[in-house]
Structure formats: structure tokens, C-alpha cells
């Protein structure tokens, strides 16, 4: 090694508080201890106070939302947002058991297919890993049983989350996103992770805030306040 590279990584190691040799790397154990950040005030809140905040907040963000009691009737909420917005009673959902078991043609009379989103699908549903209520964000976590395609290729996305999965804060979501793969029996995280705020937008052109553009023109959120089996 040349005495002016030596210098230069004896200067690095010097300011990472790292001696020459060492196999420890306090950087690099600080990022995998997962230290929390400051937690914002407004995230701190009761589990009504945290679904109140979330829905206000995707609203600003031009989401829609419905609430329901349980969730076999999740059909029913798809089919009324059909209905409000004509549209056809044809939907994909995510392969995943929760959503594939529902009374889909007995509830609402909605023709059903499932798996990966394709450019022709209209009308996605799939369910959110968590929301967080600081920002009125869904958190969406790519598995086969949740193809990221679901949420970017239809141009009305339905997503269903759970009251309980409702965060107040990004930290917690991440928590439990680890929390999740340890009981897996695994380390590995899902190969992406979506953080949706309201439905695709921009205003590059004159400044005009045009839906739709790089995504879903439409976002409709269920809400279940039914607890997880």
C-alpha cells in the first residue's frame, strides 16, 4: 500500500475512533442496533386517537376511507366503493388466505382473481402490513402472498388495513417489520417495502397537481376494527 493511502485510511480509522486492525465497527453497530429516533409528540397517542389521526391524515392526501366492523365484510365495502365510482364488479386481489377467504361472490357479487398486478387490472385490493397515522401512510411489504405490482399498475388501488396495525410512528412499523422476520426464524426483511401517502401525483407541468401519474389515480382505504384472529 502506498504511504499516502495509508495515510489517508490512518486518518479515516483515526475519525471513525477505529485503530489499525481492529475488528470492531462502531458504525457499523450502530446502524444494526436500530437505535430510535426522536418519536414526534402527535404520534404518541391511544389506538382511537392514533385511527383518528391516520384517517384525517390520508384524507388531506386525497385518499379516500371507510370503516367496518368486521372483517368477512370487507366485500361489501369493495363493492359500495365500485358502485360510487362505476366501476366494473371485476377486482385482483392479493394472493394472500386472508383476503382469498372471503365471501367475495356471496357478499357482493364481485368477479375475483388473484395474484400479481397486471397493466390491464382496473381495481387492485390488497392488505397493508401497517399504517402509520403521523402521515396517514400505508406500509406495504412485498411476499408472494403481496406483490409490490398491486400497488402501481391499477389505476384504483383498495387497500385494507387493520385498526390494530394502525401506528402512531414510522420507528414502531419498523420494529415490527423486524419483529416479524425473528419469528420467522429469519433476519431477512421484505425485499421491498412501500410507503404509500395518498395516490400517485405530480406537478412538474405548470405547477398543476395531476392524479394519477406514475400510479394509481385513485386510493381507497378499509379500515377494520375487527381484532386479528
Do not use: C
Not at 73 to 97: C, E, Q
Not at 109 to 118: C, K, N, P, Q
Amino acid at each position: 500500500m502506498s504511504t499516502g493511502r495509508a495515510q489517508i485510511l490512518d486518518r479515516i480509522r483515526k475519525g471513525l475512533g477505529r485503530k489499525a486492525g481492529d475488528p470492531t465497527n462502531p458504525a457499523l453497530d450502530r446502524i444494526q442496533a436500530h437505535q430510535k429516533n426522536l418519536i414526534p409528540k402527535r404520534a404518541q397517542l391511544s389506538q382511537d386517537q392514533r385511527i383518528d389521526l391516520f384517517i384525517k391524515e390520508a384524507e388531506r392526501v386525497n385518499a379516500t376511507t371507510s370503516r367496518i366492523s368486521r372483517f368477512d365484510t370487507v366485500p361489501s365495502a369493495v363493492a359500495d366503493y365500485l358502485r360510487r365510482h362505476n366501476l366494473p364488479a371485476v377486482v385482483k386481489i392479493a394472493p394472500a388466505d386472508d383476503l382469498r377467504a372471503l365471501p367475495w361472490q356471496a357478499g357482493s357479487a364481485i368477479t375475483v382473481s388473484d395474484g400479481r398486478g397486471e397493466a390491464s387490472d382496473a381495481v387492485s385490493v390488497a392488505l397493508a402490513f401497517a399504517g402509520v397515522a403521523e402521515t396517514g401512510t400505508l406500509v406495504m411489504a412485498s411476499s408472494p402472498e403481496s406483490p409490490t405490482t398491486l400497488n402501481f399498475l391499477p389505476l384504483d388501488h383498495v387497500v385494507v388495513v387493520r385498526a390494530a396495525d394502525i401506528a402512531g410512528d414510522y420507528e414502531t412499523v419498523w420494529e415490527q417489520l423486524r419483529a416479524r422476520a425473528a419469528k420467522a426464524g429469519t433476519d431477512v426483511m421484505p425485499r421491498a417495502v412501500n410507503f404509500i401517502t395518498g395516490p400517485s401525483r405530480t406537478a412538474d407541468i405548470e405547477q398543476t397537481l395531476l392524479l394519477g401519474a406514475h400510479g394509481p389515480q385513485r386510493l381507497h382505504i378499509v379500515i377494520v376494527d375487527e381484532p386479528p384472529a
